[in-house]
């Protein structure tokens, strides 16, 4: 917030506070001009020099100034808090100014947070920006660290209800005044100092507060395993603490984001990851591995996650945190929702609650309730609701990290699945009116809902737990997974051995498992919902790895392939995401799957169905290549197939047939090399790369690779650019060889995805680098010596 001009004073005035202040200067040099005292206390506060603090100027001054300027005489409280709050002193008075200051600056910053802050006029300043521009928040930090200092082998002390109104005023300040909590952010003590005031109840939820914001803007990741006696904090915290401690996780454990989507391309990934290698762990994994051994941590977050709404705080407490809520946040929104919704049916239920205002304090009592008085059960669930999502964030995050393996392990054993599936129907996936849904500032639809927001953290932790995971199993009860081994027995093939070695005391019970409810609530979304494409990740990770028949009719039988093919034909849908994520798991039911594309033939059975199919594949690549890889796969295994039933498919399937096609062939391939480059290449539209790389690992299975390659090269010149393709592809190639040669998860994914060895996949594109160019399947071979450009550095533009 910028500072505006102050008028100056009358020439007497002017004189006289100028007199005033000649002492307060001490030997930096010069005297102030009155009129621009706030620009120099803002040059002070930059460089450090000159004019920092109210303490630098006599209350005479300040109480004269004050009369022009109108600065709500915070300078004087602030002269006073300095002369209170040295170390010899008993803090008594010094508590006292902090209750004069605290409702300065909390009604300026309610009004701040709930946007109905006004234009100030151009004379006055918010009382947020004056306390810190006269030092108000370096002295309120010296004060909060004073129990670090010991005077003779003691340390000092002050109390909770002290330390509260200094979090809260600090907090406040950091709302309205830019540039306060990037301050704070770079005292590193201090910000570990913060975690230490958690340890009391009375101060825990400003605290956290606090540390969570200025996290979000501190440049390097703090490591936790420099708080003191961090296993001793978390394990002391309470259910609702350690909820609310998983907003601040959410900041620790997360890899930091550059925002440079150069940062996201795989030659920049890559490259930071051989950084990696010399750095040794990041922080996000240093307080990933700090969490986890810290006894009961994982267990606990289990619990919180699978909470039932009946068996969450009472209405004292949780009242008691609303209040908490009124003063503080980002969950003043959420507050803002709360409270309409408890208003809604306290009229119904003719209760009343009621909230002190802002800036009231302790002493003013909790809301009044009477003994019959009960919480709205729409607030409780919005309450449990706000926790699970923190919760379910931090349990996703852990999932995907170097630990991953022991955290799977230690989900399953705390039945987070099981208990999930208890939830689903009256929490996770619950009815609710529209007015439990919006909040302050939002509509219905918006992905910032509580509700929203909690269905897909829910949706990816989901994705996490399945994603080449034998511990999917665990998203189905005990008949479901019956029902897999009897598909396997009638197909007469082995059934899958993670589903043996599934411990049945671990997955859902009751009448349907996770995914089947999953799949239930997924044919119902509305056609422009956005967790269309939530939902299908979710499903594509329990297909993903090596191809399991029982997993696909499982699904088939359930209708989710025609339910797909609607969505993507009849519904014409428009969405690149959630096309994206339709046409992966449609690659990924089908693939290899007999049944699946004679039910594929069933449902598009008509030629405008197939053309309107055909154009959305064809309208973007990076969509629907893996879509077109797993039919060029399942044509490759059908025709070497001696089966009545697959000869039926591939006589009658148009998706086979189109597909069969050379020209088809060879028009995705040119146009799958074409739109990706070395230097563009992330880990969305890689998959074009290596989709290009099964066409041709088939065509020299078939030996017809030369064939393809002098295709490539007639389509190249058609285009009037001879070379311009095979370059481009010789590079993308030699990027392939540095990316997957060194990174086992990435190779072996391709092995059990595609069913071709990967020692075949190396040898292909070795073959195709050969540098001879008498080589036959040698990319050089088929480019011209004139428009040869296969050496570019893959740092260049």
């Known amino acids: 917030m ?14 006289r506070r100028a007199a005033a202040t000649v002492a307060a200067w001490g030997g930096w040099g010069g005297r102030p001009r009155p009129g621009n005292i706030l620009l120099q206390l803002r040059q002070g506060q930059l460089t450090g020099r000159g004019l920092v603090r109210a303490v630098q100027f006599t209350e005479t001054f300040l109480t004269e100034r004050d009369k022009q300027s109108k600065w709500s005489g915070i300078p004087q409280l602030l002269l006073k808090l300095y002369a209170t709050s040295h170390l010899h002193s008993d803090f008594t008075e010094c508590q006292n100014i902090l209750k004069e200051i605290s409702p ?9 947070v709930t ?21 108000g928040v370096d002295l309120l930090v010296e004060i909060l660290m004073r129990p670090t200092i010991s005077i003779r082998g003691q340390k000092l002390k002050i109390s909770d209800e002290m330390s509260k109104d ?25 910000v570990i100092f913060l975690f230490t005031l958690m340890t009391s109840k009375k101060t825990f939820l ?8 200025i996290l979000g803007v501190k440049k390097e990741m703090i490591r936790l395993d420099e708080v003191p006696n961090l296993s001793s904090l978390v394990s002391n915290f309470d259910q609702q603490q350690l909820a609310n ?3 601040i996780l959410a900041v620790t454990i997360s890899e930091m984001d550059t925002g440079n989507d150069d940062k996201h391309t795989l030659l920049a990934k890559n490259a930071q990851q051989k950084k990696s290698l010399s750095l040794g762990p990041s922080a996000a994994e240093i307080n990933q591995a700090a969490l986890l051994s810290i006894p009961g941590f994982v267990e606990r977050l289990c619990k919180l996650a699978t909470r039932k709404v009946s068996e969450s705080t009472g209405t004292a407490s949780f009242l008691q945190e609303l209040e908490e809520w009124y003063t503080w946040l980002d969950n003043a929104l959420v507050l803002d929702a709360l409270m309409r919704v408890a208003n809604e049916e306290s009229e119904h239920n003719q209760a009343s609650i009621v909230l002190p205002p802002p800036g009231a304090s302790e002493e003013n009592g909790l809301p009044h309730t009477s003994p019959r008085t009960q919480l709205p059960q729409s607030m409780k669930i919005m309450h449990e609701i706000m926790y699970k999502l923190e919760v379910l964030y931090v349990l996703c995050v852990l999932l995907m990290g170097r630990q991953r393996n022991q955290v799977h392990r230690m989900i399953a054993e705390f039945k987070l699945i099981p208990g999930l599936n208890n939830l689903f129907d009256k929490l996770i996936w619950r009815k609710h009116s529209a007015s439990a849904l919006v909040l302050h500032g939002h509509n219905q639809n918006c992905d910032c809902s509580p509700d929203i927001t909690l269905k897909i953290q829910f949706l990816r932790l989901l994705q996490s737990f399945s994603d080449h995971h034998e511990n999917k199993y665990l998203l189905l009860n005990n008949q479901e997974l019956n029902e897999l081994s009897a598909i396997s027995l009638k197909a007469n093939i082995p059934e899958v051995e993670a589903v043996l070695n599934t411990d049945r005391s671990l997955v859902c019970d009751g009448k349907r498992g996770l995914l089947t409810r999953l799949l239930q609530v997924m044919k119902k979304e509305p056609a422009e919902s956005s967790f269309r494409f939530w939902q299908a990740r979710a499903v594509e990770s329990f297909l993903r790895g090596t191809t399991s028949y029982a997993d696909q009719m499982f699904l088939l039988k ?20 959630v096309l994206q994520s339709y046409f992966d798991l449609l690659g990924e039911l089908m693939k290899f799957n007999v049944d699946a594309f004679k039910r594929f033939n069933k449902y598009i059975n008509t030629d405008a169905k197939f053309q309107v199919f055909l154009k959305q594949i064809n309208s973007s690549l990076v969509d629907s290549n893996m879509l077109v890889r797993c039919v060029t796969l399942s044509l490759d295994r059908f025709e070497n197939q001696v089966d009545m039933k697959v000869a039926e498919v591939l006589s009658e399937c148009r998706l086979l047939a189109y597909i069969s096609q050379v020209p088809t062939q060879m028009s995705f391939l040119f146009r799958l090399i074409n739109i990706i480059h070395v230097q563009t290449l992330t880990q969305e539209n890689v998959s074009c790369l290596n989709t290009s790389l099964v066409i041709l690992m088939l065509a020299r299975r078939k030996e017809r690779l030369p064939l393809y390659l002098r295709l490539l090269q007639r389509m190249e010149h058609s285009k009037k650019y001879p070379g311009f393709l095979l ?30 060895s990967f020692s075949y996949w190396k040898e292909t594109v070795s073959i195709l680098l050969n540098p001879d160019r008498q080589s036959p399947s040698a990319l050089v071979s088929y480019i011209e010596e004139p428009y040869m450009d296969i050496d570019r550095d893959f740092t260049e533009e």
């Open 2 to 15: 910028a500072a505006a001009p102050v008028a100056a004073g009358s020439g007497v005035g002017r004189g």
């Open 104 to 112: 300065l600056l909390s009604m300026e910053a309610m009004a701040f």
């Open 115 to 135: 946007e109905e802050r006004k234009l100030t006029q151009e004379t006055t300043y918010p009382n947020t920006y004056i306390f810190d521009l006269f030092g």
């Open 166 to 190: 200094c979090l809260s005023i600090l907090y406040n300040t950091c709302v309205c005044t830019e540039g306060v909590t990037k301050r704070l952010a770079e005292k590193n003590d201090f």
């Open 206 to 213: 400003q605290t956290a507060t606090l540390i969570e914001d």
């Open 245 to 247: 401690f998983c907003r």
């Open 558 to 577: 359930r209708g989710l392939l025609e339910h797909i093919l609607y969505c993507i034909v009849d519904s014409e849908c428009k969405s690149r995401d």
């Open 727 to 756: 370059n481009n592809f010789h590079n993308l190639l030699r990027f392939w060889q540095q990316h997957y040669l060194h990174k086992d998860k990435d190779s072996t994914c391709l092995e059990n995805s595609s069913c071709i």
